[in-house]
């Protein structure tokens, strides 16, 4: 597609249940990452994925998150059994490596809300 | 770890007034890259530096790299409300593992008041 697209746009969530959230990287672009974004607190790594690569899942904050990507292309994070602190927005980017700029594209981004 | 820090956090501004948001680190990035976010809306990337010391403009902004490529400043000339955002700086490398990854600074919140 044109742009990154990310699913739901908003979710609110119990607290202990499970969530999936679904990106949509431009066609073409091997690498996606994760991103969650708190209140004052930046953007934080979450996941990286690039090519058949095996990713690099050093920014996730507990064994509670996980996330996949199917042929190359769609991406999905699941939190399981959420706690409150997990509300945030969720922003997934992908990237074209042999770009020289090497830009991310941000999708609109899923935000989260355990209650 | 607060790999970059921006500064300032906050700017209230007349339109038509000048500004410089700063973006400062204590580590080496192989370049660095400014985005522009809106409420709602993913970071745009507005532009890249790779070269320590280079100047870069986009109408009327204006970024520059350090010579040590360790931090960064974006200038705006005369600004209008429609500059109004969430400004992200954001540290590009290349981990061990061959991993490209960007470090984000907590942004700068900019209001153009007109």
């Known amino acids: 597609g044109a742009g990154v697209s990310q699913s739901p746009s908003n979710k609110v969530t119990e607290k202990g249940k499970d969530v999936e959230l679904r990106c949509d990287p431009i066609s073409g672009h091997t690498a996606l990452y994760w991103y969650r974004q708190s209140l004052g607190q930046g953007l934080e790594f979450l996941i990286y994925f690039q090519g058949n690569s095996a990713p690099d899942k050093s920014g996730l904050p507990s064994d509670r998150f996980s996330a996949e990507r199917t042929g190359g292309s769609v991406s999905t994070l699941t939190i399981q059994r959420t706690q409150q602190e997990d509300s945030a927005v969720y922003l997934c980017?992908?990237?074209?490596?042999?770009?020289?700029?090497?830009?991310?594209?941000f999708g609109s981004g899923t935000r989260l809300t355990v209650v | 770890t607060q790999l970059l820090e921006q500064s300032p956090q906050f700017l209230s501004i007349q339109e038509g007034e000048n500004l410089t948001v700063y973006c400062n680190s204590s580590s080496v990035f192989s370049s660095l890259q400014w985005y522009r976010q809106e409420p709602g809306e993913g970071p745009v990337l507005l532009v890249t530096?790779?070269?320590?010391?280079e100047v870069k403009k986009l109408k009327r902004l204006t970024f520059q790299f350090g010579d040590a490529r360790k931090d960064s400043s974006l200038h705006i000339t005369a600004a209008q409300p429609g500059d109004t955002g969430l400004y992200l700086c954001?540290?590009?490398?290349?981990?061990?593992?061959?991993?490209?990854?960007?470090?984000f600074g907590k942004g700068t919140k900019l209001s153009v008041i007109p």
């Open positions: 530096v790779v070269t320590g010391g």
């Open positions: 980017a992908s990237s074209d490596l042999r770009e020289r700029d090497y830009g991310y594209t």
């Open positions: 954001a540290g590009a490398r290349w981990s061990g593992a061959g991993s490209y990854q960007l470090t």
